[in-house]
């Protein structure tokens, strides 16, 4: 019974990580309905780029990552902005080719030079002990300090994003050109601008989601397609349109993996991706659909 | 009204084109030429005319669904892997003669993509995209998980153990070539049909041939189930050549990865694209493949700057300057006597 | 001199050409009605004005500068404003959120929040709803009111009869006057040439892309109206 308790505890931390994975797909998606390919990339790149940061920064190992991590925000943000700006606003069109095309060879060249530079070896960011500090909860159950503070991070950031959204001036206007681009522009708001303040956004939430990936456990240059996958499983179970369900969507993609690889290690992902297909089946619109 | 328009236009409805006519006559006699290779040719040469012809079946199909069907799937794989580990099974377990089960592999993989399609067409557009490649997943993870076929390490065709090495390597090539000929041909078949047209209706715009009485659902997985079926072919047809197969190899994204790029160089949406775009892709990697992931870096590149800048790819930007047309999908008007009454009404 | 006028403005649909040389011009405090059949390039000319599609650059002066193929953000920023065919509200919006995104050109004047709910008192009741839950009337009325947010010197009104219940439409025009009493310029796009021949001081009637008719309302009789307006 215990062991299934952890289960659960284990498989809800570690969808609380899958949910930082998405919430920037969940933004982009609810923006602008591009199909970002290289998000999974983006991430592992984040992940890179903070462990070359810390490792430059020259502060303890408890540090250096947060450090890193600040300094990599803004870069990130201006890169998402840079890249809409330039190259993703001119690939949108009703039709999702030339766009799903752009961001496929942009994981392919974020892959590759990944790998030149960093050889294929798996890394980790040093966080001083961080990654394997334990909180007991009592009833002989421990959960690890970095997943516990992942969760709480993604459950903030999901907060923090759907009173962005519902709340604030960008928030309306990332709703207003989602539903009507022409009458937007006729209100005065430049969709390129809007369109790529949004990635600026998601970016942000990449770096963060990267640098705790990075953290928590090793990465590998070839690791994007997987942590894609799952973004995208858990932005689609959860509904589209709302960032709690994201969230809700990470946690229970996290929860059945964990329950699939205590069946079997090799059946674990599987099993994630089967419990996706049958939302599919059985819920198309999620579990949140947007309701109007 | 103009009198002009009242009189009944003098027109000829015509598919061939002049180059069309030239070049089925070229193409006959390539073919021929390629056909006696066995007799003459090196077996490496061979074994790089199987790999090219799997891709170009490939890249052919890729291009059906996504550039004629408006399907982007970046999960062909998981057709291309099921095709090959079904030619294993049927060889291995069942003792089918493994050229036998080539044909039967691809028809296998046809009746898989039935139920999947069911899942796969609950998503569109970039979503439709996401899934297919989750589907595809699916499908490695679980093969990974088998042991009777290698799991994660897979395993080689022993079924043709059996076979005198010279047969072995004529016939493979021999299907090879069949296999690519039959594939160009089927999606030319295919686009000529009621239903090829029903495709490029749908392409242009869905609500508007369905209400023209295009069944859009029904021509969609009509067009889906082709390109398994190719897909299918071209797997049992590389793993029939490379005697080993790893659930990695066979259910990789690289496969989809290189047909987008080979279809796109090319020229989506056209016969011709595919086929110009493989000899492209084939000579890039003889000379610069080398450079390893600068080359990969490249084509990504390259990739990126097509779409963007050239989106009609290498054959779209030379048969729209030159009027080209070797695969003629489309009807022509040709008028049969210039009209020299001009009426001033 | 004019507020807006057009020279010889050309649009186009790809190859399709739209409209054949619009000479239009519009007086400040001026209404002008632009009536026509369906296709008869009304919409096409409000969207070139507006910028949502492309123009010559001389082809359009506002206050006397060339607006032609400015975007629509910097078009909204001079003074123009749109209330657009069909209404176009931001569906995931409320009321409220919808007229603010009116403001968002930040232009300063006599509208706001206050005022545009002092003119339709309903909208105030109705600010927290989502916009697609309102009647037909409710939603051109926030459709209004949000081109007022912009604090426009010209108002643009596409066809805001369309769909709507003959009592509805005169309530809406009825407030028409308070709307022009800081002296508004404002263009009625219409079908129902009654009411436009009743608000206008001036019509322009279209046909197939050209301007077949234009004088003062009150002057021009059905006749010449509808042969201007049927070509017949």
Known sequence: MLGWIDTIVQGVLLGGLYAMFAMGQSLIFGVMRLTNTAHGDFIILAAFGAFSLAAAVGLPAAAAPWLALGLMLPIAFAAGYG?????????????????LVVTFGVAIVIQNLLQEIYSADPRSIESGGLNTASVALGGGLAVGTLPLLIFVLAVAMAIGMQLLFDRTPIGRAFRAVSDDKDAAELMGLDHRHVYALATGIAFLLVAVAGTLHGMKTTVSPADGPALLLYAFEAVIIGGMGSFYGTLAGGI????????????????????????????LVFRPSGLFPKTR | MTPHALTAPQFDVSRATTASRAGAFLGVLLLLCLATFPFWADAGWMREFNEMACYLIFAMMWNLLAGYGGMVSIGQQAYLGLGGYALLVMGNFWGVNPFVAVPIAAVLTMLVALPVSQIAFRLQGGYFAIGTWVIAEVFRLSVANVSAVGGGSGTSLTALRGIEKATRQSVTFWLCLAGAVASVALVYWFLRSRQGLALLAIRDSEIASESQGVNVRATKLGVYLVAALGAGLAGALYFLGNLRISPDAAFTVNWTAFSIFIVLIGGIGTIEGPIIGVILFYLLSKFFSDFGTWYLVGLGLLAIVVTIRFPRGLWGWLSQRFDLHFFPVQRRLVLREPDKETSHG | MALLATRKLEAFYGDFQALFGIDFEI???????????????????????????KAAREAVHFDGEPIGGLRPGRIVQRGIAMVPEGRRLFSSLSVEENLLMGAYARRSGPWNLATVYDLFPILKEKRATPSTALSGGQQQMVAI????????????CDEISLGLAPIVVKEIYNALPRVCAGGLTVIVVEQDVGMAQLVSSRLYCMQEGRVTLTGPSGDLTREQISQAYFGV
Not at chain 3, 145 to 156: V, Y
């Open chain 1, 83 to 99: 890249l809409q700006r330039a190259v993703l606003n001119r690939t949108l069109s009703h039709d999702p080719l030339p766009s």
């Open chain 1, 252 to 279: 229970i993609l996290g929860v059945t993996q964990a329950i699939g690889f205590r069946f079997d290690p090799g059946w674990g992902i599987w099993f994630g991706h089967i419990v996706f297909l049958a939302m």
């Open chain 3, 27 to 53: 007086e400040r405090s001026e209404i002008v009605a632009v009536i026509g059949a369906n296709g008869a390039g009304k919409s096409t000319f409000l969207k070139t004005v507006c910028g949502l599609l």
């Open chain 3, 145 to 156: 009111g949000r081109a007022l947010m912009s604090n426009p010197r010209l108002l643009i």
